[in-house]
């Protein structure tokens, strides 16, 4: 009996988490499946084209996961403000991302318009593979101006979608990014390869198309959240005011403005650990960009049962079940790492055919290929270090999870590329092998964090 009861429990828990997750993976999927095939067309224009938008995706990546890092301290509390039924803390939460998003896209269109060339010039290097590095910084530089205009409207999308999903709707995220995605494809085919008696624009036809499809994406889900007030009534009066409470605002920043520093953090470490890559040629540029690009359209999964960590267990700690969100978070956990290990050896399949779609050489795509099998390896290793993440970030240990996330990328992970790219002769694999092994210390750390519990609490009712 206690073990049927336990079958039935994991099966309506597991419904429950797929209800939150597939969206999210539907989405992302499909945003990375079309950039997937984004990289695809700019790889058929050459090396050259395709390392150089490889390096500025990496540069926004940059200012993408600190909006994903500012938010999420919000986001922390939007989760645990709607598990209590609290919809002007939601509004307030909402306000506070409004305001920190526009102060961001400000920062980083400074950056990028003044330190743009030097950044990029931050990953090219001569090498003995050769390659034109004077047309990748032209292509990559054609391709930052234009791609800058979809700052604001990425920013304003992540307003939306994070905290639509974090009161648990994620149904109309997932729409308004296929909207998004499919624009994307049909201006990609438009603009690069100048078809419909377009010009043929290259990489920046690729650039105008992701700002095109931003824009839509972000009309399809405000439109939406203001035309259904009833099932999102944080959307009603919430351009009433832009004032967000002192007390929260400090609350807030107390636990989410060091999310952002670690997101910050994490991925200036991820940057500075591509361009220790780079140190080996636009090779390895570009076997680098193409094992990554079918990585992100692997990972989708795990990454929608953190997300799922973050929303389920944080509305279960905001509503006061703290030993059931005990419960519920190791189930959670073990979902998502199972699933990620059938879905590393399907990965693992393709790590040979996927390269050659290509037009790049065979030095790149056997680069990719290696690169492949060792992420496909390690795919349940990132799956069960990142729903630890989520489930310590979930009850406010912001700078535990800093410590645990950014910090560690810097103080441990770069170092061991740097030495390796510098003082040693090791290939590009063994450089990329030795940051993966660094994420077996991080899943320890997160199991004794998770184990000992110092993520279960209430932090909308707590005091300061």
Request: hydrophobic fraction near 50%; charged fraction near 15%.
């Amino acid at each position: 009996m206690n073990i049927r009861n336990t079958i039935e429990d994991n099966r309506k828990l597991f419904k429950k988490v797929l209800l939150i997750a597939i969206p999210i993976m539907i989405q992302n999927g499909f945003t990375n499946f079309v950039n997937l095939l984004d990289n695809i067309m700019v790889g058929r224009l050459g090396t050259e084209p395709m390392s150089g938008v490889a390096i500025v995706t990496q540069l926004i990546f940059i200012f993408n996961l600190c909006i994903f890092g500012g938010f999420s301290g919000a986001g922390i509390f939007t989760s645990q403000y709607n598990g209590k039924n609290d919809q002007e803390g939601v509004r307030n939460t909402f306000r506070f991302k409004f305001i920190l998003g526009i102060i961001l896209v400000l920062l980083a269109v400074l950056v990028f318009e003044i330190f743009g060339d030097r950044l990029i010039g931050f990953y090219l290097h001569e090498s003995e593979d050769g390659g034109d590095l004077a047309l990748t910084l032209s292509c990559a530089r054609e391709y930052l101006n234009v791609i800058l205009f979809s700052l604001p409207g990425f920013a304003l999308v992540q307003c939306y979608a994070s905290t639509m999903r974090e009161c648990g709707q994620t149904v109309v995220p997932m729409r308004a990014g296929i909207a998004a995605v499919l624009v994307n494809l049909f201006f990609n085919w438009v603009f690069i390869f100048g078809n419909l008696g377009m010009p043929e624009m290259g990489v920046r036809g690729a650039a105008l198309a992701t700002v095109i499809s931003r824009y839509v994406e972000l009309s399809v889900i405000m439109v939406w959240a203001h035309r259904h007030t009833d099932k999102l009534p944080f959307a009603s009066g919430l351009y009433r005011t832009l004032r967000v409470p002192a007390n929260l605002i400090s609350r807030i920043s107390s636990k989410g403005m060091i999310l952002l520093v670690n997101e910050l953090m994490w991925s200036l470490g991820l940057s500075l650990i591509s361009q220790c890559y780079s140190l080996r040629g636009l090779n390895a540029v570009a076997g680098v960009n193409i094992a990554e690009t079918l990585n992100n359209l692997f990972k989708v999964v795990f990454l929608a049962f953190g997300n799922s960590v973050g929303i389920i267990v944080g509305a279960l700690l905001g509503a006061g079940k703290m030993e059931e969100a005990v419960e519920t978070d190791r189930r959670i956990i073990g979902y998502s790492v199972i699933i990620s290990s059938f879905i590393g050896l399907i990965m693992f399949l393709f790590s040979g055919l996927f390269p050659q779609i290509y037009n790049t050489n065979d030095s790149a795509r056997a680069i990719a290929s290696s690169l492949i099998v060792l992420q496909a390896i390690f795919l349940p290793v990132e799956a069960f270090k990142n729903a630890t993440y989520f489930t310590v970030r979930s009850g406010g240990r912001t700078f535990v999870t800093f410590l645990f996330d950014g910090f560690s990328m810097i103080a441990v992970s770069y170092p061991a590329a740097f030495i390796l790219s510098r003082f040693t002769e090791a290939p590009v694999t063994l450089i990329f092998l030795s940051v993966q092994l660094t994420g077996l210390l991080k899943c320890l750390v997160g199991y004794i964090l998770v184990k000992k519990r110092v993520w279960v609490r209430n932090i909308v009712t707590e005091s300061k």
